[in-house]
């Protein structure tokens, strides 16, 4: 592990940390799953990022190998196969590994890396159940590497300024949010279409935004949910919902209408509060947020949530301190998905124990 300098750097204000270490050189990451987000938002962000840099890949496809190796400048002996990955452990110039493959493959790499003594970021949703979430905690904390789930808009100074206000109740406190998320899928999109590699269908995919924005507004772990899906295409979706509404009921008196589909676009962030309101329009996709209140709009420069997730994660491991957005996130929102699911299925409330 490099050895941070004495140089002290002041963090930005999207950072939760008080201040940044400047490292002797940038921590390796390795990319796991060369998927879409990979290709066009995890990369792009490795070559903005301060303090880690993109190192290597993981692929099956020889081409796609070259190809990675070729752009990103990648030395042939960190370009792996999945038979091959666990070693590693052996590459002392890989520090973090980003799982990006389909959700539930999740939890075999993230303990294989775990067990090579990598740190590790994975994409959201952490995992497909609550028990693959534990395992991966689990994993990592037993290997004594850190766990982040890559919850990008955390760092997002709309969002982080949303959370603030309603958790610190500067509008009094929120009595009421709509947050929604959705797109459309293509037949085609078959790792979104096949729940053995997805979990499930929209709320896994962006209903999750939906989900942990809730949490973060309030600051409360919802106590009951009630739940409705449809499925209008069950040839295109099968075994999954097309379209699912559901509310979140919370200790504090918030009620929470949430909904997610694959039948269209649909995006929507919005919070009642007993003395006003504020609201992000494009809130959950990779169009700059935009925030206002009842008091006028909000103005932040654009920022690079991916980059910021990536340079934050590392500042953690550099200063040896939890991260912002640990595994125990992950399972969180894995937890209330969970409830919603059976809420859908039988009909009925779901209570969620408190924790």
Known sequence: MPKPSAALLPAPATSYLPQYVRPDRKLGVVLIGLGKYSHDHLAPALRQTQFCELVGVVTDDPDEARAWMERHHLPPQNCYDYQTFYTVRNNPNVHIVYVVTPNATHVEYVVQAADAGKHVICEKPLGISVKDCETMIGACSNADVQLAVGYRLHFDPTHRKAAQLGRHQTF?????????????????????????????????????????????????????????????????????????????????????????TYAGQLGRFYALAEKGYFEIAHPFGYDTPKGRSHEGDWDFPDVYPPALLLDEVAQCILQDIPNPVPGEEGLRDLRVMEAIYRAAETGREVALEER
């Open 172 to 260: 009094g406190p929120v009595k009421y949010l709509e947050l929604a998320q959705g797109f459309h899928v293509e037949r085609g999109d078959a790792s979104r279409l096949n729940p053995n590699l997805s979990g499930g269908g929209p709320l896994m995919d962006v209903g999750i935004y939906c989900v942990n924005a809730a949490r973060s507004v309030t600051g409360e772990e919802p106590v009951a949910v009630t739940a409705q899906w449809v499925n209008t295409h069950p040839e295109k979706f099968k075994g999954m919902e097309e379209t699912l509404v559901w509310q979140l009921r919370f200790p504090g008196g918030c009620l929470a209408n949430c909904a997610t």
